[in-house]
């Protein structure tokens, strides 16, 4: 079976400070695809973040990063200078090159206190 | 560009009755994917699916059954409904349902079930 574990049911960070999620998932195939969604109140998953297993050097977005460690199957999620607006649930997420499903984690709550 | 629109945003229902759900991707993109989001279970893949066909489907009871119109836009339907298929409802779309294109969701159906 495919899974995704996030181990942090629930994460604090203040404002201004750097957060990391973390994200370990199990697969057997070589070739497949990494993402971090965020889900605010509103319930709108969003793209934060995606990282081709292929590739070595680790995805940046801006103040997201992500340390993907492929030989421990770690794939985390690095949030620097926290703003109020990053407080939602985090999701990791990832899809095999055989399929189209994506395959969640079941999330973290992140709160951000000013 | 308009982004994935579901309706209707909340629905309430009773058990054994049926139910559909409607999801219009965003423009040009012809991939349509589902998700039930549930507290207990987190995000389960339902079914995807392209050009009118489904290509993919999760581990659900016949009860749970989708389509798509040529338009791309897509349907899912529930039948019989049970206590346990309350839940909200994510859709999906992406240009071709290629592994390394990210999926944009919508804001979710709402579903209870009395």
């Known amino acids: 079976a495919q899974t995704v574990t996030q181990s942090q049911p629930e994460m604090s960070v203040q404002e201004a400070e750097t957060v990391t999620l973390s994200c370990t998932y199990d697969?057997?195939?070589?070739?497949?695809?990494l993402f971090w969604y965020k889900q605010p109140p509103s319930r709108q998953m969003i793209l934060v973040i995606r990282?081709?297993?292929?590739?070595?050097q680790n995805a940046t977005e801006n103040r997201f990063s992500v340390n993907f460690q492929k030989a421990a199957k770690s794939f985390s999620l690095k949030i620097s200078d926290s703003q109020l607006g990053d407080a939602a649930m985090y999701f990791c997420?990832?899809?095999?090159?055989?399929?189209?499903?994506?395959?969640f984690g079941k999330g973290t709550s992140l709160l951000v206190t000013p | 560009k308009a982004g994935v629109t579901q309706t209707p945003r909340y629905l309430i229902k009773t058990r054994g009755q049926q139910v559909t759900l409607s999801c219009s991707p965003i423009s040009g993109h012809r991939s349509v994917s589902w998700y039930q989001q549930t507290p207990g279970q987190g995000l389960q893949f339902l079914f995807e699916?392209?050009?009118?066909?489904?290509?993919n489907k999760g581990n659900f009871p016949g009860r749970f059954s989708g389509r798509q119109f040529s338009n791309s836009r897509s349907e899912m339907n529930v039948s019989t409904l049970e206590l346990g298929d309350s839940a909200l409802y994510l859709c999906?779309?992406?240009?071709?349902?290629?592994?390394?294109?990210?999926?944009?969701f919508g804001d979710g159906t709402r579903l209870s079930i009395l």
């Open positions: 999906a779309s992406s240009l071709e349902g290629g592994r390394n294109q990210p999926q944009h």
């Open positions: 997420a990832y899809r095999t090159n055989s399929g189209y499903a994506l395959n």
């Open positions: 697969t057997s195939e070589s070739d497949y695809y």
């Open positions: 990282q081709e297993a292929y590739k070595q």
């Open positions: 699916y392209f050009s009118e066909t489904q290509r």
